[in-house]
């Protein structure tokens, strides 16, 4: 059964630094996996998925990358902003027991603070 | 861009009561899931559908039923309301290619805070 988990589940640093979020997943058989943020009692807005295939995605400040064979994935933000302040949730898609399904696997997530 | 649309926003209901979730996935996405995420929690699996057929299912209460219509809309239905149902229920779609695993994003809804009294 896949597990995603997610280190540190919560991080404050001052505007400008640049941070990593950690994910791990259990079972490396995955189709992808995604990024997302999540605003406190808000949606989830997708940033970055990343296909088994990939090594890594880039998008303006964000860059995630995906190590298979050591079940893990990680989001780099580069000079962090008071406006990144959110929760911060990786989710794993497919894996051996989950053949032939879409359903995402979501970490506990990483709750990120930027002040100025 | 138009994105999932889900109503409604917002949904309080007494114990043992019904309730009906909506989602309005985006144009030309043929598959829906939906989420449940408790407070304080991470998001849950409950249940898919491609192109109107159920494709896979999670941890859905049998109090609970979807299904996906004609125009690929979909529908959660509540029943026999319990307090532990109190959450935010997501649904996201996404294009799922030649019919096997998605290679493409899931796009969520702004979710139906559901409130059980």
């Known amino acids: 059964k896949q597990e995603v988990t997610q280190i540190p589940a919560a991080l404050s640093v001052p505007e400008g630094e640049n941070l990593v979020l950690n994910c791990s997943f259990t079972d490396s058989a995955i189709y992808n996996l995604q990024w997302f943020r999540q605003d406190p009692g808000k949606g989830l807005t997708s940033l970055l998925l990343i296909q088994s295939s990939q090594r890594e995605q880039t998008s303006g400040r964000l860059n995630a990358s995906l190590d298979k064979s050591s079940g893990r994935s990680t989001l780099y933000i580069a000079a962090s902003q008071p406006g990144d302040s959110a929760t911060y949730l990786c989710a794993a898609e497919g894996g051996v027991e989950s053949y032939n399904t879409d359903k995402l696997i979501f970490g506990t997530g990483t709750r990120l603070q930027v002040f100025p | 861009a138009a994105g999932v649309i889900q109503s409604p926003r917002h949904l309080i209901k007494e114990k043992r009561e019904t309730a009906t979730l909506k989602c309005y996935p985006i144009p030309r996405h043929d598959t829906v899931y939906w989420y449940q995420q408790g407070p304080g929690q991470d998001p849950q699996f409950l249940i898919s559908?491609?192109?109107?057929?159920?494709?896979d299912k999670g941890s859905i209460p049998d109090r609970f039923s979807a299904q996906q219509f004609s125009d690929y809309h979909s529908e959660l239905n509540m029943s026999s309301l319990e307090l532990g149902d109190s959450a935010l229920y997501f649904c996201a779609s996404s294009l799922l290619t030649s019919g096997g695993p998605s290679t493409d994003t899931q796009y969520f809804g702004p979710g139906t805070r559901l409130t059980v009294l």
């Open positions: 559908f491609y192109e109107k057929m159920q494709s």
